[in-house]
């Protein structure tokens, strides 16, 4: 299944591990704090509404 | 606006820093180059150029900080703000009173400390000339820097990684004139480059600088 | 109906809610596509051996570190202008996106240029403006997280932004003009329909561009919801302390 690489397999394989990763975790990172502020947010909504009652 | 410009002068010339820092900081940069890479004559005089550039740089940028900070901790720049005079002409004036009290003097010594670097002959004229028409521009982008930041607590450091990048172009055609006329090639295109930075910065930088000083006075 | 309605920041989150997921679909379709193409069924170039399948990364993720830029000079000047936050916060979304992407094309281009030009760094003009590009994301980045006002750092990060955008293209003139270079010209000149690359390895890297873009679209939508409603949090918890 693997393509042959030749000379530059190391080369090629790092650029496309270090590029996936990084895409990867900033993907994570964006939705994990999209999580978490959205929770946040709705706790808060839920303390004023029954601060405005 | 000359008033202004007197009274910010008047206030450097008392203080003493704004003359003596910068050019102290100015001759310790130049002295310290030779220790880090050795004192042959050769590679001083090659690499001679982009220290006298980078070094006045840094220099400049040593005193950004003050430009706006004392006014405003003293509560004058609301009162220059609400004054006849329009801010992006207090901006201006700041920029030129930066320039004069650090931007000249590293002109001035500029040469002498050439003299220590092994500075070719044929390059002192092109190196006043270039710091000459170069210093304005980093004064007004300094000042563009200063008035983003002015009330930030600790904005030295964020501010020097504003500005910096900003004075790349000018760093390049600065050194790269030197560096021609220690050749002896015609520097002219950096030269005309350099002074086309310094009169967009004067004719522009003033308007987004008095923007940042509103929102920052808001 | 005009697009203006979007910039309400309750209307934009209705909108885009739904839309988050297909995005990010054909996003995550079209990056596994044209990577997958590229990786597997694309032949070695005769000079460049395997290493040309690092052009599906590079070329894509340099493109969009340069898009993410202009996308934040836009909403800049619209923030600036007509006072949307929505905008605002775009701007502020978009930027870390932007490092990474430059990141990325830095990152497999000194990858790639290692073993073809037989060094990891050279200060050639195109890799020196990506270096510059990147200190000004730095630098954009810095001054929203260093001020505390959320209307005050969108108008301060909106003018370096606009200043920011001058220099840098001033920088990227200037660094021409102080070295030549060993980069290649442009792989995809859009204005001449002329091709640098060949048609095999085009298709998949056309694929790949799409797939960058649509992922920065999603990312950006995902991380401006964020930014809207941490700021209402902010908002509310001020309102609710007072």
């Not at chain 1, 030749?6 to 394989?13: F, Q, S, T």
């Not at chain 3, 990858?111 to 050639?124: C, E, L, S, V």
Request: glycine share 8%; hydrophobic share 55%; charged share 15%.
């Amino acid at each position: 299944m693997m393509p042959d690489l030749g000379n530059y397999a190391a080369e090629v394989l790092t650029a496309y591990a270090l590029s996936v990763g990084l895409l990867v975790g900033l993907l994570v990172l964006s939705l994990r704090r999209s999580r978490k502020v959205s929770a946040q947010l709705a706790e808060v909504e839920a303390r004023k509404d029954r601060a405005d009652v | 606006m000359i008033a202004l410009l007197r009274r910010d002068l008047a206030l450097a010339v008392r203080a003493g820093g704004g003359f003596g820092l910068g050019l102290a900081f100015f001759l310790i940069v130049v002295v310290l180059v030779p220790f880090g890479v050795g004192p042959e004559a050769e590679l001083l005089t090659r690499i001679a150029p982009g220290i006298l550039w980078v070094a006045a740089l840094l220099a400049a940028l040593l005193s950004l900080d003050r430009i706006f900070a004392l006014d405003f901790e003293d509560g004058s720049l609301p009162l220059l703000a609400t004054s006849p005079l329009p801010l992006e002409g207090v901006a201006l004036v700041k920029g030129i009173a930066h320039w004069v009290t650090t931007g000249l003097p590293l002109t001035l010594a500029a040469p002498v400390l050439g003299f220590l670097l092994n500075l070719a002959p044929s390059a002192y004229l092109w190196l006043l000339l270039s710091l000459a028409l170069g210093t304005p521009a980093l004064s007004m982008i300094g000042t563009f820097g200063a008035a983003l930041t002015v009330g930030l607590r600790r904005g030295g450091l964020l501010m020097s990684l504003l500005v910096l990048p900003l004075y790349i172009p000018t760093l390049i055609f600065g050194a790269e004139a030197v560096r021609r006329g220690a050749d002896g090639l015609d520097p002219s295109t950096s030269l005309l480059m350099l002074a086309g930075i310094t009169l967009g910065s004067f004719a522009l930088l003033p308007f987004a600088a008095s923007l940042a000083l509103r929102v920052n006075l808001r | 109906m005009s697009i203006w309605e979007y910039a309400n920041p309750k209307k934009f989150i209705a909108t885009t809610t739904p839309l988050v997921p297909w995005v990010m679909g054909l996003a995550i379709a079209c990056l596994v596509v044209g990577l997958v193409w590229g990786f597997f069924f694309t032949p070695d170039d005769f000079r460049q051996g395997s290493t040309v399948k690092i052009i599906y990364l590079h070329v894509p993720s340099a493109l969009m570190a340069i898009n993410a830029w202009f996308m934040m000079l836009i909403t800049s000047l619209i923030w600036l202008v007509r006072r949307h936050h929505v905008s605002a916060l775009a701007a502020r979304a978009a930027a870390p996106i932007g490092i990474v992407m430059t990141l990325i094309a830095l990152i497999t281009g000194a990858i790639w240029g290692q073993p073809m030009w037989g060094t990891w760094w050279a200060w050639d003009p195109r890799l020196t403006s990506f270096l510059i590009l990147f200190l000004f994301y730095l630098g954009y980045i810095a001054l929203w997280e260093a001020i505390e006002d959320p209307d005050t750092a969108a108008d301060l990060t909106s003018v370096l932004c606009i200043v920011g955008s001058v220099f840098a293209v001033l920088s990227r003139y200037a660094v021409n003009f102080w070295n030549q270079g060993l980069h290649q010209g442009t792989s995809v000149p859009v204005a001449t329909g002329e091709r640098t690359v060949s048609d095999v390895f085009f298709v998949p890297l056309v694929i790949c561009m799409v797939g960058f873009g649509v992922l920065f679209l999603g990312l950006v939508l995902i991380r401006t919801q964020t930014e809207i409603r941490a700021r209402r949090m902010k908002a509310l918890e001020a309102r609710m302390r007072s």
